[in-house]
């Protein structure tokens, strides 16, 4: 499996942008799907995005639909966040995560997933 390392997490004020990125290392042939989820203080694990590593088809939550854009770079194993007019409550510890198997289902679910990145920290103020 792919070890997933994150970075990019910070404090900003609200209506500023952050670039997320997780850097995936290890055996990453069996890569399917790369997603990014968060979790709030007290609040459950939330899907924000993903994106398919063969397809590169994206997929959002309605809630950061306009707002984030989720990327990929092939030759640095490298995933992306790109959030704009952040929000309060855009405020958790996100998530990177791979599906490491063949997968054609739903996404959107944590359950689904492999392997993931150790998280890192966004905070919005407002």
């Known amino acids: 499996q792919a070890q997933l390392v994150e970075a990019g997490g910070g404090l900003v004020q609200a209506g500023g942008s952050l670039i997320l990125s997780c850097a995936a290392s290890?055996?990453?042939?069996?890569?399917?799907?790369l997603g990014w989820f968060r979790q709030a203080p007290g609040k459950e694990r939330e899907f924000v995005a993903a994106?398919?590593?063969?397809?590169?088809?994206?997929y959002y939550a309605d809630y950061v639909k306009g707002r984030f854009t989720i990327s990929r770079v092939n030759a640095k194993n490298t995933v992306y966040l790109q959030m704009n007019n952040l929000k309060p409550e855009d405020t958790a510890v996100y998530y990177c995560?791979?599906?490491?198997?063949?997968?054609?289902?739903?996404?959107?679910?944590?359950?689904?997933?492999?392997?993931w990145g150790q998280g890192t920290q966004v905070t919005v103020s407002s």
């Open positions: 994106i398919s590593w063969t397809s590169f088809n994206t």
């Open positions: 995560a791979a599906i490491n198997r063949p997968y054609s289902g739903s996404y959107y679910h944590s359950a689904t997933y492999d392997t």
């Open positions: 290890g055996r990453t042939d069996s890569t399917a799907v």
